[in-house]
Nanobody, 124 residues
Framework: EVRLVESGGGLVQPGESLRLSCTGSGFTFSLVAMGWARQGPGEALEWVSQIYNNGGLAWYADSVKGRFTISRDNAKNTLYLQLNSLKIEDTAMYFC?????????????????RGQGTQVTVAA
């Protein structure tokens, strides 16, 4: 059974940082691309970032480019998202998403397996 468990969310002020983690089990983590998606209040689930299975290629949404960094440690079956210079509009539930192949592709993230999410709240 695929299991994805996110952690690291919290309440921070604008400009601060957080590091999200996601541990995967029930599948061979190193063989599949992974991603982060988020859902803000009253909004649809949207992609934030994606990374190839070997970490060699990554993609970022324009809204987070230059502020967020995705990475992975395949030895630990763990995906990370470093969130810097957080803005109020980054407030959302953040989900770890699993692809079915080594490369990522652009589909509705709601159609892919994801964890329960970790809440990030940015408020002054």
């Amino acid at each position: 059974e695929v299991r994805l468990v996110e952690s690291g969310g919290g309440l921070v002020q604008p400009g601060e940082s957080l590091r999200l983690s996601c541990t995967g089990s029930g599948f061979t983590f190193s063989l599949v691309a992974m991603g982060w998606a988020r859902q803000g209040p009253g909004e649809a689930l949207e992609w934030v970032s994606q990374i190839y299975n070997n970490g060699g290629l990554a993609w970022y949404a324009d809204s987070v480019k230059g502020r967020f960094t995705i990475s992975r440690d395949n030895a630990k079956n763990t995906l990370y998202l470093q969130l810097n210079s957080l803005k109020i509009e980054d407030t959302a539930m953040y989900f770890c998403v699993k692809f079915s192949s080594g490369g990522y592709y652009f589909v509705n993230p709601a159609t892919l397996p994801r964890g329960q999410g970790t809440q990030v709240t940015v408020a002054a």
